[in-house]
């Protein structure tokens, strides 16, 4: 599929990952709808963007009917849904049993599964609804829809049971979602990022970022949310990339801490 004249959904635009895809989706020629809980984030990022080339809806991602009212509202004012980027995503780092010996907080487990997983199949089941009212393309296709994972999905660390629950979740849903989607001429592809430099990795003390450097075999720094931009537009562009989770990891293997 190619950009050009395509209305892409992104989810968590306002910031990193997200905000490099929908610059890189934008630069290609797509009309860039941002959904994001932070409406200063999503504000700038329109700005930035030019407000004839994105649009901004402020939302929970894990609220069933605010994001049925959102497609709603994309289709009515721009009439086509062709591409989603799932990035909206949060993190916490809590052990199963922490130090004191009490368990895990089974509320912050809950609340990380409603943002990343739920909130994630969420805006998926309405982009694909949206996208199967398209019209298909000379190759067949309606849309794609690309979500964000983790290398914590395969090798998560000690205290990212839950996140890692989560990132897992959003894999082991990729290829059954290609397969229920195929027969409407949509393709769903997964990116698992490493530790990439984002404001939140950015912002941690020197050190730290420098020993995580150190496990990357190459190359030795932290990814680029540019990279991630440039693997969202692959992953639109290349019709045959489909059910499938693509590491872009610089070839790291976490350890245990
Ligand atoms: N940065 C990394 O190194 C890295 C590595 C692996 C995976 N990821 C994943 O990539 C995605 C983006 O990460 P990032 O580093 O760009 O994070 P970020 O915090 O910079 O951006 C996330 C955005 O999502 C928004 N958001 C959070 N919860 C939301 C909700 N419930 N509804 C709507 N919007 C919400 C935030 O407001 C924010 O703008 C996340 O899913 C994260 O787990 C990031």
């Not at 950009?3 to 934008?26: E, F, M």
């Not at 998560?156 to 990132?167: I, R």
Request: with cysteine.
């Amino acid at each position: 599929m190619n950009l050009h004249s395509k209305v892409a959904v992104v989810t968590g635009g306002g910031s990193g990952l997200g905000r490099a895809a929908s610059q890189a989706l934008a630069d290609g020629g797509a009309t860039v709808v941002i959904i994001d809980m932070n409406a200063e984030a999503g504000a700038k990022a329109v700005e930035e963007l030019g407000a004839n080339k994105a649009h901004f809806i402020q939302l929970d991602v894990s609220s069933g009917t605010d994001v049925e009212a959102a497609f709603d509202k994309i289709i009515a004012d721009l009439g086509r849904v062709d591409i989603c980027v799932n990035c909206a995503g949060i993190g916490i780092a809590a052990k199963t049993v922490n130090r004191e010996g009490e368990p895990h907080n089974l509320d912050h487990y809950r609340k990380i599964i409603e943002v990343n997983l739920i909130g994630t199949f969420n805006i998926a089941r309405c982009a694909a609804a949206a996208m199967a009212r398209n019209e298909a393309d000379e190759k067949s296709e309606k849309g794609i829809i690309i979500n964000t994972a983790s290398i914590a999905a395969f090798d998560g660390q000690m205290g990212q049971v839950a996140y890692s629950a989560t990132k897992g979740g959003i894999v082991g849903m990729t290829l059954p979602m290609a397969r229920d989607l195929a027969s409407l001429g949509i393709r769903v592809n997964t990116i698992a990022p490493g530790v990439m430099a984002t404001p939140l990795m950015l912002s941690a003390p020197q050190p730290v970022q420098d020993g995580i450097v150190s496990n990357i075999p190459f190359p030795k720094r932290l990814g680029e949310p540019s990279e991630f931009g440039q693997l969202v537009v692959q992953m639109v562009e290349n019709s045959y990339l489909n059910g499938e989770t693509v590491r872009l990891d610089g070839g790291v293997r976490m350890q245990p801490r």
